[in-house]
């Protein structure tokens, strides 16, 4: 008997444009400008913790991505009470970007993270000004020498705001 061969080709239409909830963001660390974060949502429409000012994703309600490496698990003074962090760093540079406690919220730390549209050189994300994205996903720091950071400066800086 003949082998019967068969294709189907699927054909999308894109003249209708998606909706905000239908699209992917990505975000990339803020020191390095390597991609750690892919979501549904833009962090800045998701809510903050008031502790640390943290973005926090529901991981039930939203898809996402990470591309981080598993850090040490901290715990953390808050008031008269101590929390459990297990901590996600950037596979680059070790900068933090995330952690989670054991549930279904990952946080997302603030100023770790920023968001870029491809072809796009305005950081539009939670970042700073004097930086810009690099089309080959660096960031490119604008601030004179004396004010750039070294990684372990930087690392510093964000371990003693926590």
């Given at each position: 008997?003949?082998?019967?061969?068969?294709?189907?080709?699927?054909?999308?239409?894109?003249?209708?444009?998606?909706?905000?909830?239908?699209?992917?963001?990505?975000?990339?660390?803020?020191?390095?400008?390597?991609?750690?974060?892919?979501?549904?949502?833009?962090?800045?429409?998701?809510?903050?913790?008031?502790?640390?000012?943290?973005?926090?994703?529901?991981?039930?309600?939203?898809?996402?991505?990470?591309?981080?490496?598993?850090?040490?698990?901290?715990?953390?003074?808050?008031?008269?009470?101590?929390?459990?962090?297990?901590?996600?760093?950037?596979?680059?540079?070790?900068?933090?970007?995330?952690?989670?406690q054991e549930g279904?919220?990952?946080?997302?730390?603030?100023?770790?993270?920023?968001?870029?549209?491809?072809?796009?050189?305005?950081?539009?994300?939670?970042?700073?000004?004097?930086?810009?994205?690099?089309?080959?996903?660096?960031?490119?720091?604008?601030?004179?020498?004396?004010?750039?950071?070294?990684?372990?400066?930087?690392?510093?800086?964000?371990?003693?705001?926590?």
């Open positions: 008997m003949p082998k019967i061969v068969s294709s189907t080709t699927v054909s999308a239409s894109t003249d209708e444009p998606q909706k905000d909830s239908q699209k992917l963001h990505t975000y990339y660390c803020l020191y390095c400008g390597e991609f750690v974060l892919i979501i549904d949502k833009h962090l800045r429409k998701l809510p903050r913790r008031k502790t640390d000012n943290a973005y926090i994703i529901d991981r039930t309600k939203h898809t996402s991505k990470l591309h981080l490496a598993t850090g040490p698990t901290r715990f953390v003074r808050r008031d008269n009470l101590y929390e459990k962090q297990h901590r996600y760093h950037c596979p680059k540079c070790a900068l933090p970007v995330a952690y989670d279904q919220y990952l946080y997302i730390l603030d100023k770790a993270a920023h968001y870029s549209v491809a072809g796009d050189d305005k950081n539009a994300g939670s970042g700073s000004g004097d930086r810009e994205v690099m089309r080959e996903g660096r960031v490119a720091d604008k601030r004179p020498a004396g004010d750039q950071m070294s990684a372990e400066q930087l690392l510093r800086e964000v371990a003693e705001s926590l």
